[in-house]
DNA sequence: CAATCGAAAATCGTCAACGATTTTGGCGCG
DNA sequence: CGCGCCAAAATCGTTGACGATTTTCGATTG
């Protein structure tokens, strides 16, 4: 864990009124483990965090059993707090719920989606093939996540919302993790509008289907397909 | 919250090793909330907590973090934790999700049930006949609980019996809550054959459209499905 | 030289205490 | 009689400290 300042200089924490220590400790390190300054497997020194944070041990532990709740970090008597490992395993048991889910979405989404709605998210495809073109994955990766949390938030279920946002969350605990090879980036996005399309055209079963395959594909992309425990989770019934 | 000692008399908490304060103590006020010791909306006291379990504040504000996190209590700053209220938008959106995720759970399972589970399931089923006979709502509800839960448990993916898990434990949140009506006991243990019957039969798809639509079933009897903010939930494609 | 043992350091789990904020309850005033 | 105000009590958020366990690391031994 080396990222040498705490994230916002905003982190002025002294002046909030309306939210504990241990609630911005906890979005703290949310990102410490999204942004990569934590690595699955790390040891989560209480210590050490709650003096970069200027705070004392209370809060940090409060903020380190959430997010053992929330399966970012793995309790061990005695030993602490460790950033959580997603096994290959587990990883292929999230993508195929995590497929599900998405699926879901669409289904939920493809009768009522409005014309904003979709301008937003076809300024999110547009903006991918640029990334694409230029095979920047920097610029595609962030994009691509924000096209898929926005669709699952467009669909109006915030359970659903949740479980999927977790999903996501967890398989960045997986070391093998989803970096797209150069070549993946135009041919995702070419699936990103067929999806829209679906969507567009107010299909919900088209959609579902479509989007399913997508994360699928995804996993089978990662995982090499062969691993996957769900024989029967493939999209045609 | 009134139940007048603790749990388990073997809360001789004091000869544990492998386990910490915070662990026993969320386990404990989960248990409150699941045997409505402690209800939606009520205000839980820090204190009295504490001098329950014989512990300091520390423990109980570290379980109350993680359970918070999952979606059971609400923190209010300065005021402390609140049971968790669903409301009943909340509960159509988790019906739905955990409609979704029951099917999914029939489509894994349908291919790879193995004979000893089908008896475990089908023992259930049994005893929900002669309870259902009996009218005996107190012993209908824990076995239907039992049914559905072994069922996702058997389907092999844990991210997806957390999920499951987590939508039933909300809906105890919902007030006006799932007391099955005397004749809806036989119908249902009737939609439980045919799941079994699907399952056997190794029939995925055919499961997951009896497994929804048997849960959508439970919202529109609760919510009175006009409430239903997913008119595209229902199960034909 | 490797392995083992033991003392010192580091870290965790828990507790008790302190200020700050909220709630309570009584008092005066309109 | 109701309403707002003010002090007292209750409660929360946070801190620092203490014992217990684990880890580290050097000395000893085979």
Request: aromatic share 6%; hydrophobic share 45%; net charge neutral.
């Amino acid at each position: 864990m080396e990222s040498s300042t705490i994230r916002n200089s905003e982190a002025l924490l002294r002046l909030r009124r309306d939210v504990s220590l241990a609630e911005v400790i906890r979005q703290e390190i949310e990102h410490m483990i999204d942004s990569g300054a934590l690595n699955p497997g790390e040891w989560v020194n209480e210590a050490t965090l709650a003096a970069r944070f200027g705070v004392s041990r209370g809060p940090v532990r409060e903020a380190c059993r959430g997010l053992e709740q929330t399966g970012r970090l793995v309790f061990i008597v005695n030993r602490g707090a460790f950033v959580r490992e997603v096994t290959e395993e587990e990883a292929a048991e999230i993508y195929d719920l995590r497929a599900v889910l998405f699926g879901f979405a669409g289904r939920l989404l493809a009768p009522k989606m409005t014309e904003a709605q979709h301008e937003e998210l076809a300024a999110l495809v547009t903006a991918m093939d640029e990334a694409a073109l230029a095979s920047d994955i920097d610029r595609y990766y962030p994009l691509n996540l924000a096209f898929h949390q926005k669709l699952v938030a467009f669909a109006g279920n915030r359970r659903l919302a949740a479980s999927y946002e977790r999903c996501v969350q967890e398989l960045h605990l997986f070391r093998r993790r989803a970096l797209i090879p150069e070549g993946r980036m135009a041919c995702s996005n070419d699936e990103h509008k067929a999806i829209l399309a679906a969507l567009a055209a107010r299909r919900p079963a088209m959609a579902e289907r479509l989007m399913t395959a997508h994360v699928l594909r995804a996993k089978a992309r990662i995982l090499g397909d062969a691993a996957g425990t769900t024989p029967e989770t493939s999209p045609m019934r």
